[in-house]
């Protein structure tokens, strides 16, 4: 379970302290899925980015499954988002010099080891995504959608409690949007995650369920 509680986030800057984020509360049961919507600036990034553990906020607490990130060190929670999130970004982030299989192997390679099934359930998403015959292809020889559903795949091969996706088809056509959605449902429903997924497209969000909209740094009810 997911609970995030009155999480506030300013960023300082030279005019002073910004806010952005205002006491957002919510909780996301096991296994269920949610969408955030809003405009452009209203902090949806910035949310994201605090339910993955990768920004620290100003108030406020996030507890998945009971464990708050921010209260260990750095390592600690560096080992926390590897075990337990999973993070599709809107513009991939694969890395250029490896081959599809090895960006998919990324989380388990930074987790310190990879063990023989962790390899075969690489090749499999990876199957599984339409791209058995791109496993030693680098993100710079695939398409967009295909970089996408690497990113999916990449995302999802921990098994993790969490997946956070950003836009995750904000830069696809309407075809490979629809495929790297149904990717993004199946595997985290396939694999029992919870997902949070950040949007701007009404029919993404509307097949997520659980729309909320963030406006001004506010959950609306
Ligand atoms: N590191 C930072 N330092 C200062 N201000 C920041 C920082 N990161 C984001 N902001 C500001 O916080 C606000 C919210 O940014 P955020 O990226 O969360 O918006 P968003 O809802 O994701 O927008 P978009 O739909 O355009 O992606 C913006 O006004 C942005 O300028
Ligand atoms: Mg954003």
Not at 13 to 25: E, N
Not at 68 to 82: S, Y
Not at 187 to 210: F, K, N, Q, Y
């Amino acid at each position: 379970m997911l609970d995030v509680t009155e999480v506030s986030k300013s960023f300082a800057t030279a005019g002073g302290g910004l806010p952005v984020l205002d006491r957002v509360s919510f909780t996301l049961e096991p296994g269920r899925r949610m969408a955030i919507m809003g405009p452009s600036g209203s902090g949806k990034s910035t949310l994201l980015s605090i339910l993955g553990a990768i920004d620290e906020p100003t108030a406020g607490s996030v507890r998945l499954d009971g464990v708050d990130p921010f209260t260990g060190n750095a390592a600690a929670r560096a080992a926390f988002r590897n075990r337990r999130i999973g993070f599709v970004f809107q513009d991939h982030h694969l890395l250029a010099g490896c081959t599809a299989l090895d960006n998919v192997l990324v989380p388990a390679l930074a987790a310190g080891r990879v063990p023989r099934e962790t390899i075969a359930r690489g090749r499999r998403l990876l199957e599984r995504v339409g791209l058995a015959g791109r496993l030693d292809h680098r993100p710079g020889e695939l398409s967009g959608g295909e970089r996408q559903r690497v990113a999916v795949a990449r995302a999802v091969v921990l098994a993790p409690r969490l997946v956070l996706a950003d836009e995750p088809t904000g830069q696809l056509d309407s075809r490979s949007a629809t495929d790297v959605a149904d990717l993004l449902l199946d595997l985290t429903t396939e694999s029992g995650g919870m997902l949070v997924v950040v949007t701007h497209a009404e029919s993404l969000a509307e097949r997520v369920g659980g729309v909320r909209r963030l406006v001004d740094g506010r959950l609306l009810p």
